[in-house]
């Protein structure tokens, strides 16, 4: 026969099912009642009405119906988790053994998107983008999207055993170009959370500027250098020339003077002479 599934979130108050009744004509006084746990774990006993047994770890967290003999769980907790079995025996004769699965569920944090910029540049921006959420049960399923399309996470597990909460963690390694949305999304027995992050590329960019090759500036300095060559020889050509000029007419104007004092001199001479 197939198993019975009963679900449950940890923390919660759960049932679970008999397969036997006992008739209102009878009482518990004539059964012989076992509640177990993967088979080797006696959760609870009763035998003649009375209990006669019950485990440590389900100690004032469970009770029995007297009637339907319905399983009582609470709070529940994670291991708890597992296949339980019913067995009723009535005047030494099995009439009922049958198992139910509790199915424990614990709800994991509303996952976290964090972005961190590996590279940068004006065309795109590297980044890598981290999800992750913890506390939750049963291991979960890790799943995301990109601008609504299906991408798939590095996703890594830590949990002390297969009874423990999980943590989950996954990475992408992104190249944005463009405004993007991401959504990851944490999947567990049925439930979801996800969680959305949009992505802006700025447009703040930069340019550094190019230094020019070698070559031109080697042909820059030289042209520099020829121009101040030439700058300084064509002053110092303008400075002799213009110095010659006024050395030329300095001599002219001397001669004139001479000439001028010569003129009334020879004058006397002649007068002198006349006189004799």
Known sequence: MEKKVVRSKVGEKVSLPCCHRIPSSESLHKYRV???????????????????????RYQN?????????????????ILDNGSYQCIVQHNSIVVCDESVILVVTADFSQPNITAEVSADSCKSTEMVITCSSHGGFPKPKISGALNNVSVE???????????????????????????????????????????????????DCIVPPVPPPYNVITASIIIFITFILATTLAARYLSRHVCSQCCKHQDSVEEGVKEYTKAPMSSKETAETSSV
């Open 153 to 203: 996470w590095n996703a890594s597990w830590v949990s002390e055993s297969s009874s423990s909460p999980y943590n989950v963690t996954g990475k992408l390694l992104l190249n944005v170009t463009k405004d993007v949305n991401i959504t990851c999304s944490i999947e567990y027995n049925g439930f979801s959370k996800s969680t959305s992050l949009l992505i802006e590329k700025t447009n």
């Open 34 to 56: 076992y509640w177990q746990k993967n088979i080797m774990d006696v959760v609870l006993a009763y035998s003649e009405g009375s209990m006669i047994s019950k485990h440590k």
């Open 61 to 77: 967290r469970t009770e029995m119906d007297p009637w339907n003999l319905t399983l009582w769980i609470s709070p529940v907790e």
